[in-house]
């Protein structure tokens, strides 16, 4: 794996591999011993699968999880050997190329007899996971079919067309913890399995948890968790900083600040003029915008320069917003903000969060850092490599 060198991008992403891996490090100690999957859908949930993918198999995850069978063939074709689980398919899904590759299938039932056709196509067996709906009311086979949907699996299994690796459900409120809902998902799920085992299938993972049951239900961990959010060092819990969890944010959102200039009161902002300025202030011009994934309606998010926070004014357009700094007398001087560093999101004290821009945009944590757009540079970097060297 290569990191960045050479000129700093204009607009860019940094991504830590150390703080995943930390992440990673910390979940697993949590979840112990029941195993780790990173889930590593979505571009690792804006992070890049391939880096993130490496880093936390590096850090002890056993498995990896994707929504699509795409996203494991590009893992795969990176030279990736981990077990990896798909889940989420279309009657145009290439189940050959999974089979082929030995990526594993969550199955909710209609799947099933398009994976056997392909697997006696190629002659060689499926890996599937079958997938009972619990309650979440999305993917996973209904409970009143659960046992017709095991009675034609463990007979294409008998045929030699597919082995049944796991069972699997997925919980639908475990980042409210005080919701009876997961009790009743647990003991469902709980009930499928028992179903499952009786009729002779010998399951070698059991799994429900996401991020929030990992962190808060050990009665749902049983025998692989599946750490999305967690692994990226978000919280998915209201109220509950990534710190206080022991987690560390991957992801910082950087890039410098494009123009600078003083404007009198009554001074409007941006397209609309929804915005205009109570009082003589100086207004910084950041070069991103929704083009580049940021939320259109964060108006008011915090951006930092100079480690101060400063609020987002005016609609954000495509592929810039303006801040004000609430000072005169600065943009000509020698302090001038011009050419400084805006930080949109980051790890530490002395940034803003992704939990700031959620808030500000009406959204969560999970699409502020997906959403960032292919015209930001990633750049790779690793804060222990960095802390070593300098402690050199």
Same mark, same amino acid.
């Given at each position: 794996?290569?990191?960045?060198?050479?000129?700093?991008? !204009?607009?860019?992403? /940094?991504?830590?591999?150390?703080?995943?891996?930390?992440?990673?490090?910390?979940?697993?100690?949590?979840?112990?011993?029941?195993?780790?999957?990173?889930?590593?859908?979505?571009?690792?949930?804006?992070?890049?699968?391939?880096?993130?993918?490496?880093?936390?198999?590096?850090?002890?995850?056993?498995?990896?999880?994707?929504?699509?069978?795409?996203?494991?063939?590009?893992?795969?074709?990176?030279?990736?050997?981990?077990? @990896?689980?798909?889940?989420?398919?279309?009657?145009?899904?290439?189940?050959?190329?999974?089979?082929?590759?030995?990526?594993?299938?969550? @199955?909710?039932?209609? =799947?099933?007899?398009?994976?056997?056709?392909?697997?006696?196509?190629?002659?060689?067996?499926?890996?599937?996971?079958?997938?009972?709906?619990?309650? *979440?009311?999305?993917?996973?086979?209904?409970?009143?079919?659960? =046992?017709? *949907?095991?009675?034609?699996?463990?007979?294409?299994?008998?045929? &030699?067309?597919?082995?049944?690796?796991?069972?699997?459900?997925?919980?639908?409120?475990?980042?409210?913890?005080?919701?009876?809902?997961?009790? =009743?998902? @647990?003991?469902?799920?709980?009930?499928?399995?028992?179903?499952? $085992?009786?009729?002779?299938?010998? *399951?070698?993972?059991?799994?429900?948890?996401?991020?929030? &049951?990992?962190?808060?239900?050990?009665?749902?961990?049983? /025998?692989?968790? %599946?750490?999305?959010?967690?692994?990226?060092?978000?919280?998915?819990?209201?109220?509950?900083?990534?710190? !206080? *969890?022991?987690?560390?944010?991957?992801?910082?959102?950087?890039?410098? +600040?494009?123009?600078?200039?003083?404007?009198?009161?009554?001074?409007?902002?941006?397209?609309?003029?929804?915005?205009?300025?109570?009082?003589?202030?100086?207004?910084?011009?950041?070069?991103?915008?929704?083009?580049?994934?940021?939320?259109?309606?964060? #108006? &008011?998010?915090?951006?930092?320069?100079?480690?101060?926070?400063?609020?987002?004014?005016?609609?954000?357009?495509?592929?810039?917003?303006?801040?004000?700094? !609430?000072?005169?007398?600065?943009?000509?001087?020698? /302090?001038?903000?011009?050419?400084?560093?805006?930080?949109?999101?980051?790890?530490?004290?002395?940034?803003?969060?992704? /939990?700031?821009?959620? %808030?500000?945009?009406?959204? +969560?944590?999970?699409? +502020?850092? #997906?959403? +960032?757009?292919?015209?930001?540079?990633?750049?790779?970097?690793?804060? $222990?490599?960095?802390?070593? !060297?300098?402690?050199?």
């Amino acid at each position: 794996m290569s990191f960045s060198a050479g000129p700093v991008p !204009e607009r860019r992403v /940094d991504i830590d591999l150390a703080a995943l891996r930390h992440n990673v490090r910390h979940i697993a100690e949590i979840a112990s011993p029941a195993r780790v999957m990173a889930v590593v859908k979505a571009d690792g949930y804006g992070h890049g699968a391939v880096p993130v993918a490496m880093a936390a198999l590096e850090a002890g995850a056993r498995w990896l999880g994707v929504a699509h069978i795409a996203e494991a063939v590009e893992l795969r074709r990176a030279g990736i050997e981990a077990p @990896i689980l798909a889940w989420l398919h279309t009657e145009s899904s290439d189940f050959a190329a999974a089979i082929e590759l030995g990526v594993d299938l969550g @199955i909710s039932g209609w =799947e099933l007899a398009h994976v056997v056709a392909e697997a006696r196509r190629i002659e060689r067996p499926a890996r599937v996971h079958l997938k009972i709906d619990t309650g *979440l009311g999305r993917n996973g086979c209904p409970p009143e079919q659960w =046992e017709a *949907l095991l009675g034609r699996a463990l007979e294409h299994q008998e045929d &030699g067309l597919l082995r049944v690796v796991g069972v699997f459900s997925h919980l639908a409120v475990a980042d409210e913890p005080d919701r009876e809902e997961t009790d =009743e998902q @647990i003991d469902r799920f709980r009930e499928a399995v028992a179903v499952a $085992e009786d009729a002779g299938v010998d *399951l070698e993972v059991r799994h429900l948890a996401n991020t929030p &049951g990992t962190l808060a239900r050990p009665d749902a961990h049983f /025998d692989l968790v %599946r750490v999305g959010l967690g692994i990226y060092g978000l919280s998915p819990f209201d109220g509950q900083s990534s710190e !206080e *969890l022991g987690l560390r944010p991957v992801m910082s959102f950087r890039t410098t +600040i494009a123009n600078c200039k003083e404007v009198p009161e009554g001074h409007g902002v941006s397209y609309g003029l929804a915005y205009r300025t109570d009082k003589r202030t100086t207004l910084g011009l950041v070069p991103v915008g929704y083009g580049d994934g940021v939320p259109r309606v964060a #108006t &008011g998010a915090p951006v930092s320069v100079g480690g101060r926070f400063y609020p987002v004014v005016g609609r954000i357009a495509m592929d810039q917003f303006v801040i004000d700094f !609430e000072e005169t007398g600065i943009a000509d001087s020698e /302090d001038s903000p011009l050419g400084q560093e805006a930080v949109l999101f980051g790890a530490g004290g002395g940034t803003p969060t992704a /939990d700031d821009w959620a %808030r500000a945009s009406g959204s +969560i944590n999970y699409e +502020i850092v #997906t959403r +960032i757009s292919p015209r930001v540079t990633r750049r790779y970097v690793d804060s $222990e490599a960095i802390d070593a !060297e300098a402690d050199q």
